[in-house]
């Protein structure tokens, strides 16, 4: 766990994915919500922070990948939190399935056909209608009080990627950035590369210096810079 002066974020390990659970003067809002039926990590996590489902405020969806929206049915259900995500992927999580994005891998090409074809059924979960429906920046000061938290979209590996700037010190990022290897933060799915640089540079210009991934633990910016200088060119 990570305390600043006007927040706290906690990393919760749900499945292959990480959701974010950020509390300020009192609130609580959750970011992504994992892999289906990991629910007891979010519950853990919760009552290490004093906290239990109904103090939920919001649920922030990055994208809405079965591994992001996962226990959102569940969790909505326990806190009735408002449940927020981008437009372009709100038709996705009404109906509860989110096709795979292109592999930008020779390996991760193999498993995004996999995945939209025979596995195809392994990507669903429990449908949820939104509640706020985005398709630009959004302020969190109403469920953040005293923190300056901003949603912003920063589309790439799916159209309707969003990330949580949290003031210029961090932002959690869900799959816009990947750290499950060591020398690349580049994600190993992407719909549209080039949106995805674009959405890189708006990471850099928040200033912040730490980037909390879905997918691996936390990055520095300078991991960021690196793996823009080496791959940007690829498009
Ligand atoms: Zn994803
Ligand atoms: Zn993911």
């Not at 766990?1 to 990393?11: E, F, G, P, Q, V």
């Not at 974010?20 to 919500?33: Q, R």
């Not at 909505?76 to 927020?84: C, D, H, N, T, Y």
């Given at each position: 766990?990570?305390?600043?002066?006007?927040?706290?974020?906690?990393?919760v390990?749900m499945g292959?994915?990480?959701a974010?659970?950020?509390?300020?003067?009192?609130?609580?809002?959750?970011?992504?919500?994992g892999c289906?039926?990991k629910?007891?990590k979010?519950?853990?996590?919760?009552?290490?922070?004093?906290?239990?489902?109904?103090?939920?405020?919001?649920?922030?969806?990055?994208?809405?990948?079965?591994?992001?929206?996962?226990?959102?049915?569940?969790?909505?259900?326990?806190?009735?939190?408002?449940?927020?995500?981008?437009?372009?992927?709100?038709?996705?999580?009404?109906?509860?399935?989110?096709?795979?994005?292109?592999?930008?891998?020779?390996?991760?090409?193999?498993?995004?056909?996999?995945?939209?074809?025979?596995?195809?059924?392994?990507?669903?979960?429990?449908?949820?209608?939104?509640?706020?429906?985005?398709?630009?920046?959004?302020?969190?000061?109403?469920?953040?009080?005293?923190?300056?938290?901003?949603?912003?979209?920063?589309?790439?590996?799916?159209?309707?990627?969003?990330?949580?700037?949290?003031?210029?010190?961090?932002?959690?990022?869900?799959?816009?950035?990947?750290?499950?290897?060591?020398?690349?933060?580049?994600?190993?799915?992407?719909?549209?590369?080039?949106?995805?640089?674009?959405?890189?540079?708006?990471?850099?210009?928040?200033?912040?210096?730490?980037?909390?991934?879905?997918?691996?633990?936390?990055?520095?910016?300078?991991?960021?810079?690196?793996?823009?200088?080496?791959?940007?060119?690829?498009?």
């Open positions: 766990m990570i305390s600043k002066k006007s927040y706290s974020l906690t990393a390990p292959h994915s990480n974010y659970l950020l509390t300020a003067g009192g609130s609580a809002v959750l970011v992504d919500t289906p039926g629910i007891n979010l519950e853990s996590a919760l009552r290490e922070n004093g906290l239990d489902f109904p103090d939920l405020g919001l649920v922030i969806l990055t994208h809405t990948h079965y591994d992001h929206a996962g226990c959102l049915a569940e969790i909505k259900e326990r806190s009735g939190a408002k449940v927020l995500v981008h437009e372009a992927e709100a038709g996705c999580l009404e109906k509860g399935y989110t096709p795979f994005p292109k592999g930008t891998m020779w390996f991760s090409r193999i498993i995004s056909g996999l995945a939209n074809s025979l596995f195809a059924f392994r990507a669903k979960y429990v449908p949820v209608k939104p509640d706020i429906v985005i398709n630009k920046e959004y302020d969190l000061g109403y469920y953040l009080p005293g923190t300056k938290a901003r949603v912003i979209p920063t589309p790439g590996h799916t159209e309707g990627s969003v990330s949580v700037v949290l003031g210029n010190e961090e932002v959690v990022v869900g799959d816009t950035l990947f750290n499950d290897f060591p020398k690349t933060v580049f994600p190993p799915f992407a719909n549209d590369e080039k949106q995805l640089f674009r959405s890189w540079e708006k990471l850099a210009e928040t200033s912040c210096a730490t980037f909390y991934p879905g997918h691996g633990g936390a990055l520095s910016i300078e991991k960021l810079a690196d793996s823009y200088r080496k791959l940007s060119k690829r498009v």
